[in-house]
């Protein structure tokens, strides 16, 4: 636990110290402890002394190798880095695909393990290079889409082939949002260093593979196409690729959907339940063979043959999965409690997981920042305690019903503070599938990879299994949903969870549930009345910006689209809603029509309660909102209109009537609907994509006095066409958010326009270099507002790297 708390420690840092202040570290933390326990020993007397000493000397031990180790680790893959001078620019590399490529429209993305000096990347700066000479990581993940001008097809890719590319690479950049999704410790977890996509010059040098991970993740290809050509217009038939070989990519949203609010997500992502269950089934057969063989029982007692034979199972099958980053930490898990039990000595169980944790810990330290390591090790200690430590032991059906039930309960801290939510059904829906999958499905899958016909039967049991989980997700407080309790009360959950699990007869647990019920019964803080806050959300090349007063939600604009099911609705917008613990919307409005403004609105209408849209052109919004929020009023937005909520003022300014002012005034971003907030604190304006056309027409109308704020939302994200001088000046901002996406082709936000900005005497922020911006209004004018951003807010080291 101390050497995870080191790990951890290190994880949270903003910056590293550099490879020789760990190897410091790790050396004076050894020599310390060595020097306690020496003095310990020789001239500590009392017996009662020593024995917390020397206990609490080792803990610190094991805190400094894991912040130590975490640190050494880090610098080595920070190292491994993409040129600054090679960003943006055409890159040769040569090299082959490393991992099992997924299908996206019609184009692929994959891993490519560059080569050693197979890089023709020019000038580069010895100053700025990675690991090697070439300024280019080993890693990279690549985006390649056919060139729709000559109407190209691509080919087909498989895994280990040789390619040559001319890409264009970039370092690791995501969305940087409150409680958001962190790509960027994704990739780094995974040893991807940069990403890119392919420009040109496209040959395959060679088409077989070289490495065995290259052999596993052809063979995983070659079962898949054989998988989806057996499952042709089988609606769950990707759920049994899943379960096969690990490639998730075909499985619907809906589906997904329903896993989250059933709680059965794990079951379709090969986990420690799978690994463990194929290791049950292979140990079981080999251990009932092997007892009935003379020869080889006195040879090699069967529990230990079959601990050999469950190892194997599961390795093979953890390698079919394709060795990911989770499967990897279940097989350490498996690998260790295999070797206690061939070791031949009686070992706790919790000592053989306090070891798992400690390997899993050294060969991953960025474990620590993946929900699903703290999910798989906290289900495991919850297991343990339900099932040890008992005079009588419950079997059957029994036990499985208590330790389904004490899951359901003990993991809800961690669900919170993950997820921030977990679902109500989770118990019936996991008695039901859990056994389904595990005896039924996953074994006609995996026997399915040598019989295909078996595939028939293992869908009609997916589809049975879906049809129930669909009702039971359909239900209205399938799911409970709750913004992240603050640490304090994350700690005080899970001692309630720890009192829960223990003996009926302990003193204190009773106290138990008025601790979940606190941690169940707590909200965030809302601004007082009179003041507001607003959080222009990092959602791309795009904008949404939410407002938030005393006891009311707008949303400004929904974020853009990012090509097949996904946009900024469902991967930035609802996240975070559901982490502020917004559970309605009284309005969204949405600017004008472009679709980096609205084309997130229809994820974010199907998946919260909308009191009203508004729209500068309602009527073309009819198959978004009523649609599937029959309920949802529809408001043309017009300058003009003014509402108050909670004590904060909110105007439109522009548009006015149709047809006013004519000309370039009729054109999209020139019709956006601009809005002003303000109090007694201060005042935010909402500008859309207005030009500088309707800065002058909104000057015209209202006067500079209409379009004064503290805050100001640039127009068009920064473009040039926008933010004219006398615009600038008659806001009289102290600061500017632009909303621009990483590296844009535009160029947004335009380093005029920046400057601009900053001779009027506003500080410009921006959500591509600093994530999510958020202005906070006070009731009183002596308050003022203040801004910050998010990565200044939780900066890690690896953000930028």
């Given at each position: 636990m101390s050497f995870l708390l080191g790990v951890g420690v290190l994880q949270m840092q903003p910056s590293l110290g550099g490879r020789e202040f760990y190897l410091m570290v790790l050396a004076g933390g050894l020599g310390a402890v060595a020097a306690g326990?020496?003095?310990?020993?020789?001239?500590?007397?009392?017996?009662?002394?020593?024995t917390w000493l020397r206990p609490a000397l080792l803990a610190a031990l094991a805190f400094v190798a894991g912040f130590g180790w975490a640190g050494l680790r880090a610098e080595a893959r920070l190292g491994d880095a993409l040129a600054g001078t090679l960003e943006g620019v055409d890159v040769v590399v040569r090299g082959r695909i490393a991992s099992l490529p997924q299908a996206v429209g019609e184009g692929w993305r994959f891993v490519f393990e560059v080569e050693a000096g197979e890089v023709d990347a020019g000038e580069v700066d010895a100053g700025e290079a990675g690991a090697g000479e070439t300024g280019v990581p080993q890693r990279l993940l690549l985006s390649w889409y056919p060139d729709r001008r000559a109407a190209a097809v691509l080919p087909a890719l498989t895994p280990g082939e040789r390619w040559q590319f001319v890409v264009r690479l970039k370092r690791p950049h995501g969305f940087a949002n409150p409680s958001g999704f962190d790509y960027e410790a994704w990739l780094l977890e995974r040893g991807v260093r940069a990403t890119g996509y392919v420009r040109a010059d496209a040959r395959l040098l060679e088409r077989e593979p070289a490495g065995l991970m290259q052999q596993v993740h052809r063979l995983r290809a070659q079962l898949r196409e054989r998988m989806l050509a057996a499952l042709v217009d089988a609606p769950h038939g990707a759920i049994l690729v899943a379960l096969g070989v690990g490639d998730?990519?075909?499985?619907?949203?809906?589906?997904?959907?329903?896993?989250?609010?059933?709680?059965?997500?794990?079951?379709?992502s090969i986990s420690g339940l799978h690994v463990a269950l194929v290791g049950l089934l292979c140990g079981g057969g080999v251990g009932a063979a092997w007892r009935r063989i003379p020869a080889l029982a006195l040879r090699l007692p069967a529990q230990k043959a079959r601990a050999v034979a469950a190892l194997a199972g599961a390795s093979a099958y953890a390698l079919l999965a394709g060795m990911g980053i989770p499967v990897l930490r279940a097989w350490l898990m498996l690998a260790v409690v295999v070797l206690a039990m061939l070791s031949g000595r009686a070992a706790a169980p919790s000592r053989v997981l306090a070891i798992a944790l400690f390997?899993?810990?050294?060969?991953?330290?960025?474990?620590?920042?993946?929900?699903?390591?703290?999910?798989?090790?906290?289900?495991?200690?919850?297991?343990?305690?339900?099932?040890?430590?008992?005079?009588?032991?419950?079997?059957?059906?029994?036990?499985?019903?208590?330790?389904?039930?004490?899951?359901?309960?003990?993991?809800?801290?961690?669900?919170l503070a993950l997820f921030q939510s977990f679902p109500l059904v989770s118990p019936l829906a996991?008695?039901?599938?859990?056994?389904?999958?595990?005896?039924?499905?996953t074994p006609l899958v995996l026997a399915a990879l040598l019989l295909p016909m078996l595939l028939v039967p293992a869908h009609a049991a997916t589809v049975a299994m879906m049809a129930v989980l669909e009702r039971l997700a359909a239900l209205e407080h399938a799911l409970w949903e709750q913004a992240p309790p603050p640490p304090w009360l994350l700690g005080a959950g899970l001692v309630a969870v720890g009192l829960l699990l223990l003996p009926r007869a302990t003193p204190g647990r009773l106290a138990a549930p008025a601790l979940l019920l606190a941690l169940l019964s707590w909200q965030p803080p809302r601004p007082a009345a009179g003041a507001f806050r607003a959080v222009v959300l990092d959602v791309g090349q795009g904008l949404a910006v939410h407002v938030q007063t005393r006891s009311h939600e707008l949303l400004f604009d929904a974020g853009p689209a990012y090509g097949g099911d996904a946009d900024a609705g469902g991967r930035v917008v609802l996240p975070y809603l559901r982490a502020t613990g917004v559970r309605r919307l009284d309005a969204l409005l949405l600017s004008h029509e472009d679709i980096d403004h609205v084309g997130g609105a229809v994820s974010v209408l199907d998946g919260i309660a909308v009191g009203e849209v508004m729209a500068t052109e309602p009527d073309g919004l009819v198959h978004w909102a009523q649609a599937r929020r029959p309920d949802t009023a529809l408001r043309r937005c017009a300058a003009g209109q003014s509402w108050f909520w909670d004590g904060v003022r909110f105007d439109v300014l522009h548009p006015a009537s149709a047809g006013d002012g004519g000309g370039r005034l009729e054109h999209d971003n020139n019709r956006s609907c601009v809005l002003r907030v303000w109090a007694a604190g201060g005042a935010l304006l909402l500008t859309?994509?207005?030009?500088?056309?309707?800065?002058?027409?909104?000057?015209?109308?209202?006067?500079?006095?209409?379009?004064?704020?503290?805050?100001?939302?640039?127009?068009?994200h920064g473009s040039r066409s926008s933010s004219s001088p006398a615009f600038v000046e008659a806001s009289r901002a102290t600061a500017v958010i632009h909303s621009a996406g990483h590296r844009n082709a535009f160029g947004h936000p335009h380093a005029q326009v920046r400057a601009r900005w900053?001779?009027?005497?506003?500080?410009?922020?921006?959500?591509?270099?600093?994530g999510a911006v958020e202005a906070r209004f006070a009731a009183t004018a002596d308050e003022g507002a203040g801004v910050s951003a998010w990565r200044d807010v939780q900066p890690r080291y690896w953000h930028g790297r």
């Open positions: 326990m020496l003095l310990c020993g020789r001239w500590v007397k009392r017996a009662a002394h020593r998730q990519q075909g499985i619907r949203a809906q589906d997904w959907a329903v896993f989250r609010r059933t709680g059965i997500g794990h079951l379709v390997i899993v810990l050294v060969v991953d330290p960025w474990a620590v920042l993946a929900g699903g390591f703290w999910l798989s090790f906290g289900a495991v200690t919850v297991i343990l305690a339900c099932t040890g430590g008992r005079l009588r032991a419950v079997a059957g059906w029994r036990a499985a019903l208590r330790i389904q039930l004490a899951l359901s309960v003990a993991l809800i801290p961690l669900l996991n008695l039901f599938a859990v056994p389904l999958v595990s005896f039924v499905i859309g994509d207005i030009e500088a056309v309707a800065e002058r027409a909104i000057l015209a109308r209202h006067g500079a006095a209409a379009v004064a704020a503290e805050v100001v939302v640039s127009a068009h900053a001779a009027a005497g506003a500080r410009n922020w921006r959500t591509d270099s600093q």
